[in-house]
């Protein structure tokens, strides 16, 4: 039976990760990272005339990168699993409308890229499509507008808070060829312990983050160190060590293998990183830039990307609700060549 | 079924327990310090203007601070506008929010943000966004307060 | 001396908004709208033209004189027309203040673009 357990998919025909593409903005480039991703843009305008035309941009650009690596155009490909930060996700939507592919939008906040990839391994295993692709985006300018200030505004950010990763991810599934292979996915539930301060997304999203790991080991029967490398989306440093502990508190010692893709993008003495990255476009860059590469240069065979979303809105947030979060991880295999 | 996690009542007032340990302290001393420095400056910087418009422009110890104000206000939407403002703010805190030159900050970056919007939705509906509610409350509290003093005054 | 002052009592008003800033779940506008109120009621119990006779710029500058202002522009009206007097006098002070933010923002709007 394809399902394992309560929430995770297995994948019998093993779709292949055929390609990706990830491109980020400048603070992205200048850091630990930048050499790994596809294209830097240092306008953060993108040449366009405001922040959100910007963001559909780089969303467009990482799809194109990951087709035209393979030679494949948009006609080509059944279906998108598409979305971002924004309201009514219109970056998503209106580079769905440019490339003209069947779309999917999704709105997952930063668990998006592997909530879409997970889709896309399933349509494609299931036999609904030849290629799938998935693809998220987020720009730091969009997100502050809409759930905080607006970018000239002086107010001054906690060393809690986070900052949005500029850039956009994408990634071609397909039922053969050659790259890396998806074998599972876990869908995970919505949990929520109470934080409720949006300069703290990090300590929000850890528990979600801890559930949905915890259910991957139980549902698949595996241990921690049947995998090179597992890692969460966009903790951050003080999401991450909470979600250590949570772990430890369980019975499981994860150590070096676990890290968290907002500590990998940035440099902490990068200017205004404060706890790490977030935003759609971290775990997709990060996993879809760097985990790849690393991959292919063989220094990883299996991991687990766990991507972590905080499902607020600014309105749900002023009427004094709590931050409800989400994650869903992916297991992603070195693929033996076909 | 469960989640793995648990999510009742008493799991989540121990996760808000454990999640204070890592969450960093505010540095709290020296966020005053830089604040009072900030603050005392632009403060200072007003006290000359005052002087300025008293000496040089005749006005009053009453009526210069109109016209400091203006200067000031100026200034903070010049800030604003180059990108400097959002900097200082994030080393000065309150230094440089409290002063009338952090809401005219709050004004101009929201004007600017949301000229995407057009000059109309956007910069005219939206210039209020952050600073409104310091309007509101202030006469909201000036019509308060005048009210029960002059109450008070006919009893 | 009036300098000396200035700086220390602008200063002190910035150091209270910044403790509640960090010791409270206060945001921004909320710490704003408290001193803005604050200012007006210190105007109404008599304590806040002393503190700017006291220190200048160091009371006239920080947003709790936006308070003070706007009480007083109600209570001069109300002396001349009566109650009435409290909801045309209130903007009759202030003006500069909030107008100068106005247009300056708006033609800040047409030159300048959002750096983010």
Aim: charged content about 15%; overall charge negative; glycine content about 12%.
């Amino acid at each position: 039976m394809p399902r394992i357990g309560k929430q995770t998919w297995e994948f019998p025909s093993r779709p292949v990760l055929l390609s990706a593409g990830s491109i980020v903005g400048p603070k992205e480039g200048e850091g630990p990272l930048g050499q790994d991703f596809d294209a830097v843009e240092e306008d953060m305008y993108f040449g366009q005339d405001s922040w959100e035309k910007a963001e559909r941009r780089f969303f467009e650009q990482a799809c194109e990168i990951a087709l035209k690596k393979v030679g494949l155009s948009g006609e080509e490909v059944n279906v998108l699993y598409g979305g971002d930060l924004l309201n009514q996700i219109i970056s998503a939507n209106f580079a769905a409308r440019t490339l003209a592919i069947p779309f999917v939008g999704l709105f997952g906040a930063c668990s998006t890229s592997m909530e879409g990839l997970a889709l896309a391994a399933l349509t494609v295993d299931a036999g609904y499509a030849d290629y799938a692709l998935a693809a998220t985006s987020s720009h730091h300018a969009t997100a502050e507008r809409q759930f905080r200030y607006p970018t000239e505004y002086g107010g001054q950010k906690p060393p809690s808070s986070q900052c949005t990763v500029t850039g956009s991810g994408a990634a071609l599934v397909a039922k053969t060829g050659s790259g890396p292979r998806i074998t599972h996915a876990t869908i995970g539930k919505v949990v929520d312990l109470g934080i409720t301060s949006p300069f703290e997304m990090g300590p929000a999203m850890a528990p979600a983050a801890v559930d949905t790991i915890l259910r991957h080991f139980e549902d698949t029967g595996r241990t921690p160190e049947e995998y090179d490398l597992i890692v969460t989306g966009d903790l951050a440093s003080i999401g991450h060590k909470i979600a250590v502990e949570m772990l430890e508190d369980q019975g499981y010692y994860l150590g070096d293998r676990f890290k968290d893709c907002g500590i990998l993008i940035y440099d902490p003495d990068q200017e205004e990183v404060f706890a790490g990255g977030s935003g759609c476009a971290c775990c997709a860059t990060v996993t879809y830039g760097h985990l790849l590469k690393r991959m292919l240069r063989g220094e990883l065979d299996r991991i687990l990307v766990c991507a972590t979303g905080a499902l607020l809105s600014p309105l749900s947030n002023q009427q004094g609700e709590s931050i409800p979060c989400v994650a869903h991880a992916v297991v992603i295999e070195r693929g033996e060549e076909s | 079924m469960a989640t793995m996690v648990k999510q009742g009542v008493k799991a989540k007032a121990e996760f808000k327990k454990m999640a204070r340990r890592h969450v960093p302290k505010r540095p709290v001393a020296a966020n005053v310090i830089k604040a009072f420095l900030v603050g005392g400056a632009i403060c200072l910087f007003g006290q000359f203007l005052n002087q300025i418009f008293i000496t040089y422009f005749g006005f009053t110890q009453k009526s210069a601070g109109n016209p400091t104000v203006a200067v000031l206000i100026f200034l903070a939407t010049l800030l604003t506008g180059l990108g400097v403002y959002d900097r200082l703010g994030q080393w000065a805190g309150a230094g440089s929010a409290v002063p009338v030159t952090g809401f005219a900050n709050a004004m101009a970056a929201a004007a600017i943000e949301h000229r995407s919007e057009g000059f109309v939705l956007g910069v005219g509906g939206q210039m209020f966004k952050v600073a409104g509610p310091v309007i509101v409350y202030g006469t909201v509290a000036a019509f308060v307060v005048a009210l029960i003093s002059q109450l008070l005054k006919l009893l | 001396m009036t300098y000396v002052w200035a700086f220390i009592v602008g200063g002190g008003i910035c150091v209270i908004g910044q403790l509640l800033l960090d010791l409270t779940k206060l945001t921004p506008a909320h710490v704003m709208t408290l001193l803005v109120c604050s200012g007006a009621v210190l105007d109404g119990l008599g304590l806040y033209e002393p503190l700017i006779q006291f220190a200048g710029a160091g009371a006239t500058v920080p947003i709790t004189s936006f308070g003070n202002a706007l009480v007083h522009g109600a209570m001069a009206e109300a002396q001349t027309n009566g109650i009435i007097g409290i909801i045309t006098g209130i903007f009759e002070v202030t003006s500069a203040g909030v107008s100068a933010a106005i247009v300056f923002s708006f033609f800040a709007a047409m030159m300048f673009r959002a750096k983010g």
